[in-house]
């Protein structure tokens, strides 16, 4: 009854993900990758390879639980940076790096709420909102599901709940 996590499940082929389904494993994908070195990717790895890079659509698309991250020592923790590569897949040189790939705000938020809640075994507690559960949230100035693509950089923390608390007040 383990739920199995592969992290960085970045350059994957296709016919990985029917593994992944046939074995229970649950990707967590590292889309702001993208961003920051998919030009490289392009260039070493060409863009089919390149543009399969973090397939969170096709894993949504196959299932699949699949959560979202960064590492703070590689790329700076911004949260809001997450769910826009997720949503863009745009490079710094503009380049959308796999534009079949891209999923919507909705499914962005949900890879870095519910479904990594689900991956640790804590969507009892976290995760989503309801009674009895932990109430570590977040309050946004925007909404990331109804704002255009590039103006979800923008979007600032206003307030966030540790356990219900107030733990930072912009």
Known sequence: DRRTVVVHSQFM?????DDYVELGLSPSFFTVHGYFWGDLH???????????LSPMASAIEAGLHCSNHNDFSVTPIDPMRMVWSAVARTSRS???????????????????????AWQIREEDDKGTLGVGKLADLVILDGDPTTVPTDQILDIAVVETFKEGRSVYCA
């Open 13 to 17: 082929r296709p016919e990985q993900l």
């Open 42 to 52: 392009v260039t070493n790895l060409g863009r089919e390879r390149a543009y399969f």
């Open 94 to 116: 503009g380049e959308i790096i796999g534009p079949d790939e891209r999923v919507t705000p909705w499914q962005a938020l949900k890879a870095l709420t519910i479904e990594a």
